[in-house]
């Protein structure tokens, strides 16, 4: 895959060993989670609003779901956000305080998204957006109305503009004076992963866990 | 504990079911994370880093370790910023696709942080930094050199503003027509834990993992 085109607001200022400007890097970032933190500015503050997305087969473009955000873009149509996606894989713990540091893998997308009006498209946003949270979901389940439909927000953004960060491995400072202090050195790594399917309390016993849902929550 | 004040910023204007004005939400939702999302404006867009928190004994500050958000501070001291932590708990399926939802605690905070610059004030609250994602990890690594604290910064936010919601159990479809399709209806939980320690590569064989840091991976 290609290479993410450097801008103002993308290029790494800062731990620069930690950038990558490969595209397949922010692909596999977007594609390992399914909640990002959206950041908008909202009378002149900012504000850092929790949201599921979505990408679409090809990666060029990010599915939101929008709610307050929509709210402010219908407002500010050319406003311009910033989504980021981070995976925690550990803490990473050095023999000196200053050395210590998180293992991640982050990705930052920048752009004044659209806020998807006609129902097609709109329907296939959120069809996106359930496939990738839970693939086989969106067959599965009642297809949303028309009405039901008219009150779901949905943001498209396009996958141009990103940065991307991943810190991986163990402590920097074994080939420091430090290392003769006999401390521990090294990583605990973070793990998520999802559990056994819970039947919703009012389900008919006699309805079974379909086969994509016992396949999800094995594969992740 | 008390409630939270509700200003126009942190007032719940949607699923209002899911907001909750406690101090104690607040709080237990920053303890349960070390990562978070600081929202700030740079250069007229908005920008969202992930970053390390920690939270003082009676949680009145929370302490970020600061770098683009340094740098953007001393030119705007006054800033606002946004910081948000959220857990993901689990995925909410539900007979039709628009009751679909996630499980969720997450919190807001906005205000406008202090740039720490006095030496011991800078080490108490990297001091807090530490041992809110590492308990016993300060007492246990080389403390931060005069040169080495003069790098780092860290930036105090006053727990004073803040917005909480909070999402658990099941679907919510279940006395709807919807519950009359058969279909599969629940939550497929999501938990997030460390993993048993890895020692650095260049490690001496003989240094043992401490028993603060047995206690961690086992206590997440």
Known sequence: ??????TARTRHSR???????????LVAILR???VCHLGLIIDGYPMVLPTVYGIDTDATT???HGSVASRSLLENPEATVCVTVTHVDGLVLARSVFEHGVNYRSAMVFGSPRLLSEPAEKL???????EHAAPGQWAYARQPSKKE???T???ALDLAEASVKIR???PSDGDSPDAELGLWAGVIPMRTAWGAPEAAADLAPEIAVPPHITALSRGR
């Open 1 to 6: 895959m290609s290479e993410l085109a450097v």
């Open 15 to 25: 731990l620069r060993d930690q950038g990558s400007v490969e595209r397949a890097d």
């Open 32 to 34: 390992a989670g399914f």
């Open 62 to 64: 990010l599915y939101l």
């Open 124 to 130: 296939e946003g959120l069809r996106l957006l359930s």
């Open 149 to 151: 439909l008219a009150k």
């Open 153 to 155: 927000s949905i943001l």
């Open 168 to 170: 991986s491995g163990g």
